[in-house]
């Protein structure tokens, strides 16, 4: 019973973690990339962001999490495909675009592992951000793909949505670099 | 304590990023301090203060600035002293752990 309340709480805080810094990384992208973005290249038409921190927040909870971070991630993209789309969260191609976008990374995660590239984190091995990075590359073009079937959008779309993935994870760990750099000079 | 563990996790994912971008936070005496203390480590990743004052690397720097490097890397977390009360001992952290 207290294993059981245990791991509930645990869920419980990966979930408001990796859902706050999802719905974050949306707001960050969607108030301050694109509108800079706009400013800078006003002939870019795309509604796409070129850095989608977004997908950073999914890669590494995938990877920190495994399967966990299916429903951790849940309320934040839904909260994030609402700020976004309003009603039409509801909408069948947006629940399938939800559920693609919180399944593909733990899933590419799973298999990688199952063929015995086993990228989680681990006391026995030095961890591989390259290789984690590369998940996020593959992981992307999976996402940027299928989102782009269920939304049925223009294809040069999801070079764009790819662009953006790719910057967003890099950046975003880099960001996380320095944030604990600053953390651990102020501590 | 797991939310601290994944975050422990996160923090040696990017250390590994940072050594391979070389954007590792240290000087240049800091870094040749930790380049003789990862050299000169046995098995158990233990480094005396005694060795690695003698070591090639770090011949030509000065004693206060030696230990004020030592230090740092302390509070860096690239070291820390071993937890036998032997004052001039350090364990050498990994970058990866």
């Known amino acids: 019973m207290g294993d059981k309340e245990g791991s509930l709480g645990r869920l419980g805080v ?14 960050l992208t969607f108030e301050l990339v694109v509108p800079l973005q706009n400013l800078v290249f ?3 038409s795309s509604r796409a962001s070129l850095l989608f921190l977004p997908h950073g927040v999914r890669v590494l909870s995938a990877w920190l999490l495994g399967w966990r971070a299916v429903p951790a991630l849940l309320p934040g993209v839904i909260a994030a495909f609402a700020y976004v789309g309003g009603m039409d969260v509801l909408l069948p191609s947006r629940m399938i675009a939800i559920a693609i976008a919180v399944c593909t990374v733990p899933l590419c995660l799973h298999l990688l592992r199952v063929i015995g590239l086993d990228l989680f984190p681990s006391q026995d091995r030095a961890p591989c951000w390259l290789c984690v990075m590369g998940v996020g590359i593959v992981t992307s073009l999976i996402i940027a793909s299928l989102t782009n079937m269920a939304f049925g959008s223009d294809p040069i779309e999801a070079i764009a949505y790819l662009i ?9 760990m880099l960001a996380l670099l320095y944030a604990f750099r600053l953390l651990g000079r102020s501590a | 304590m797991q939310t601290l563990s994944k975050l422990a996790e996160l923090r040696r994912l990017l250390h590994s990023m940072e050594r391979t971008l070389g954007l590792q936070d240290l000087s240049p005496v800091e870094r040749d301090i930790y380049y003789a203390a990862s050299e000169l480590s046995e098995n158990d990743r233990r480094v005396r203060t005694v060795g690695l004052i003698e070591h090639a690397l770090l011949e030509t720097v000065s004693r206060p600035t030696f230990f004020r490097a030592l230090k740092s890397l302390v509070n860096k977390g690239y070291l820390t002293q071993c937890s036998t009360m032997n004052r001039g001992c350090y364990l050498v952290r990994s970058s990866e752990s």
């Open chain 1, 14 to 27: 990966e979930t408001a973690v990796a859902s706050s810094a999802y719905f974050a990384t949306i707001l």
């Open chain 1, 42 to 44: 006003p002939e870019y």
């Open chain 1, 164 to 172: 953006g993935d790719i910057s967003g994870l890099f950046f975003g």
